[in-house]
């Protein structure tokens, strides 16, 4: 089944509004990372958190290892920030990130 | 800080035909180095990963016939797409780490359309 679970599949805001996105994984990570992909499709990476809580501008990620899921929070969202969010987890030393499927997110004026 | 570059960012290529795509890693060191495909519709499917001095490793459904890599450095990486057909459009993105750390840094991609 699918290693990395994304939730929800879109998102639609208002701007201003905060947004909260979730990913499951099945197995254990080792380095848990949170992508932007924008509509013209290029990523960038926006945190790296295996545990823990994380904190950059508008975004804030908590990394529950244990219980196999993160998240992103990103507070007072704006137009810009529309795009896809996506999870990418890697297990052990392989460099290999699994994908999510991604968040569509859309934050209108 | 870390930069991958990623060279063309559009390609159009005829169906049959093939078509290269590159990788340059500046601000470290890139010791592994991971090539993607994200199809439309789908999530990103890793094609290989190649790692400097070692053997490069397909995964099931990608071949070396059909993908071959090149990694001859660390701050440089290929990858062709020979016999290109309809089912090989999409985003091509290339992810770069160094030796120590379990992250990798991405490219913008190469968007690949075959007619």
């Known amino acids: 089944g699918q290693q990395v679970q994304q939730s929800p599949a879109s998102l639609v805001l208002q701007e201003g509004e905060n947004a909260e996105l979730q990913c499951n994984f099945s197995s254990t990570a080792t380095q848990l990372q949170w992508f932007y992909q924008s509509p013209g499709g290029s990523l960038v990476s926006l945190l790296s958190n295996p545990s823990g809580t994380k904190h950059t501008g508008r975004l804030t990620s908590t990394t529950v290892t244990k219980e196999r899921r993160s998240s992103l929070h990103i507070s007072s969202s704006q137009t810009t920030d529309s795009g896809t969010y996506l999870c990418a987890k890697t297990s052990g030393g392989n460099y290999k990130p699994t994908f999510g499927k991604g968040t569509s997110l859309v934050v209108h004026p | 800080g870390a930069l991958v570059y990623q060279y063309p960012r559009r390609t159009i290529c005829k169906s049959g035909t093939s078509m290269r795509m590159e990788c340059q890693a500046v601000g470290f060191q890139a010791t592994s180095v991971a090539w993607y495909r994200q199809s439309p519709q789908k999530t990103f499917e890793l094609i290989a990963l190649?790692?400097?001095?070692?053997?490069?490793?397909?995964e099931q459904n990608f071949t070396q016939e059909k993908f071959p890599i090149s990694h001859p450095n660390l701050s440089f990486s290929s990858m062709t797409v020979l016999n290109a057909y309809l089912e090989d459009r999409g985003l091509y993105l290339c992810g770069a780490g160094p030796a120590g750390q379990n992250t990798l840094y991405f490219g913008a991609g190469t968007r690949l359309s075959v007619l």
């Open positions: 190649s790692t400097v001095n070692s053997a490069i490793k397909y």
